[in-house]
Nanobody
Framework: QVPLVESGGGSVQAGGSLRLSCSAT????????MAWFRQAAGKEREGVAS???????STADAVKGRFTISKDNAKNTLFLQMNNLKPEDTAMYYC??????????????????WGQGTQVTVSS
C-alpha cells in the first residue's frame, strides 16, 4: 500500500488559515473513506472530518463552520482547509484511510492506514 503523506502544517496566529494536503495515490480509485484526525499533546486522537468515495463529508462539531475537507481525484490529494484557527486547534494532524464506505466520522480504531502527521501550532 502506498503510504499517506501529509504536508502544509505550520505556525500561525489565531484567526489565520492553513491548508493541509495528503498525498493519497491509489486510494481514490477504490472504495475508501478518507479522514483527518488530530492529536494534541496529552490528549487522545480525535476525528476532525471525513469524506467518502462519493464526496459526502462529515465534520466534527468542534471545527464545523471553520474546517472543510475536500479531495482532488485527479491529483490523488486530500485537503483540509482550516480557517479562523484557534489555539485549541494546536495538534498533530493525521490523514487516514479506511477501506469501505462511511456516512459519518468513523472512530479512529477502524482506520488501518495512517500518515506520519503534520504539526499545526496556533498562537494567541
Amino acid at each position: 500500500q502506498v503510504p499517506l503523506v501529509e504536508s502544509g502544517g505550520g505556525s500561525v496566529q489565531a484567526g489565520g488559515s492553513l491548508r493541509l494536503s495528503c498525498s493519497a495515490t491509489g486510494y481514490f480509485n477504490s472504495n475508501y473513506c478518507m479522514a483527518w484526525f488530530r492529536q494534541a499533546a496529552g490528549k487522545e486522537r480525535e476525528g476532525v472530518a471525513s469524506i467518502n468515495r462519493r464526496g459526502g463529508t462529515s465534520t466534527a462539531d468542534a471545527v464545523k463552520g471553520r474546517f472543510t475537507i475536500s479531495k482532488d481525484n485527479a491529483k490523488n490529494t486530500l485537503f483540509l482547509q482550516m480557517n479562523n484557527l484557534k489555539p485549541e486547534d494546536t495538534a498533530m494532524y493525521y490523514c487516514a484511510a479506511l477501506h469501505g464506505d462511511c456516512a459519518g466520522l468513523p472512530p479512529r480504531t477502524v482506520f488501518r492506514t495512517w500518515g506520519q502527521g503534520t504539526q499545526v501550532t496556533v498562537s494567541s
